[in-house]
């Protein structure tokens, strides 16, 4: 998620008329304040920015219908996201940002971290990320108080893996995200098509596409193999003889794994066993089935399988559902079936 680039987005021209929605009794709004802190004029002090922000949260609280609202904030580690990293180190496309807006930013996330009131509770993260503390939040309050009873707001798409009710900061559009396998499909508005996912079939698309912005490569290259078996082209459909064929499938070269390429490799999944097999195939076919030595970013070396390199691509992307939660115990979901 490139949060910066969201959050600017998030607070551009408005051009809608706000309604205030009638309160839902008891509901908790689950803010993203990382990118709230965003939400900032480096030109003005850092006093007149947080009067902004606070304006800004209570709009945010009163358009959610929330009678409360948690500001979760990620203050240290992200979840041991570092340490999994081995291909390349994460989120270090982020050091390129605005050094001055940067600092102005920190501030405000520390500013936000004692920021209370009767209706707004500083939740600062030390051991994970925001995102893992607001699925927390949310799956906790669903199960002790209803789905009703909370809702995340943010930009980061990232979050929609993540069960139940969300809201988008700039349009308040709702939206419901299942406890569950869900969907994706391509957005097309846009000349560059990206994909778009309610539930965990938006992990096993990242875990494929990779996430850009934190710096996750997913799979690096879907392999000629696995092109040739599930996409082949016209000469291999037309060759007439085996030699032919085998010429034609010769010709095929390897292919970056973008989001058109992602999609059209899950789009007839309809559960996570079905995805994890089509992913765990791709994997397979780019690194081998066999151990291999591997030199990761730090420049250690490493014997390696296809099944370390997916674990760490799952682990990077996965939103922990209970503190300090290993994507392992998804996988053993769906291994036992119990994730359809």
């Known amino acids: 998620m490139d949060i910066l680039a969201l959050a600017q987005s998030a607070v551009a021209e408005d051009t809608y008329e706000q309604v205030i929605p009638p309160a839902v009794d008891g509901r908790h709004l689950q803010l993203d304040a990382d990118v709230c802190a965003y939400f900032c004029d480096v030109d003005k002090s850092v006093a007149h920015n947080f009067n902004e922000l606070k304006k800004y949260i209570e709009t945010q609280r009163l358009m959610a219908g929330a009678e409360l609202v948690n500001l979760h904030l990620t203050m240290g580690e992200k979840g041991g996201r570092e340490a999994v990293a081995m291909v390349q180190e994460y989120q270090a496309s982020r050091q390129t940002r605005d050094e001055n807006k ?176 089509k992913v765990r195939e791709a994997y397979e076919s780019y690194y081998g089935k066999r151990t291999f030595d591997y030199v990761c970013w730090r420049g250690n070396e490493h014997k390696l399988t296809a099944g370390h390199m997916m674990l760490e691509q799952a682990r990077l992307l996965w939103m922990q559902r209970t503190p300090g939660e290993d994507v392992l115990v998804f996988f053993k979901e769906v291994a036992d079936g119990l994730r359809d």
């Not at 499938?249 to 490799?265: F, H, N, Q």
Request: net charge neutral; glycine share 6%.
């Open 102 to 277: 940067q600092i102005l930013v920190k501030e405000l996330r520390v500013q936000m971290s004692s920021y209370s009131t009767d209706t707004v509770v500083p939740v600062a993260w030390f051991d994970r990320e925001a995102d893992d503390g607001m699925t927390q939040y949310q799956n906790a309050r669903i199960e002790t108080h209803g789905l009703e009873s909370s809702v995340i707001m943010t930009v980061d798409k990232d979050l929609d893996m993540s069960h139940g009710n969300h809201m988008h900061p700039k349009t308040y559009n709702e939206y419901y995200v299942p406890n569950g396998y869900g969907e994706i499909w391509l957005d097309e508005s846009t000349s560059s098509k990206k994909i778009v996912g309610r539930g965990t079939a938006f992990l096993w698309a990242q875990m494929l596409a990779g996430d850009s912005a934190d710096y996750i490569p997913g799979l690096p290259k879907i392999s000629a193999a696995y092109l040739n078996k599930h996409f082949p082209t016209k000469a291999i459909l037309n060759a007439k003889t085996i030699k032919s064929k085998k010429a034609a499938m010769a010709k095929r070269k390897e292919a970056s794994c973008g989001y058109v390429t992602a999609y059209d490799i899950l789009r007839n999944c309809t559960s996570d066993r079905e995805a994890y097999d």
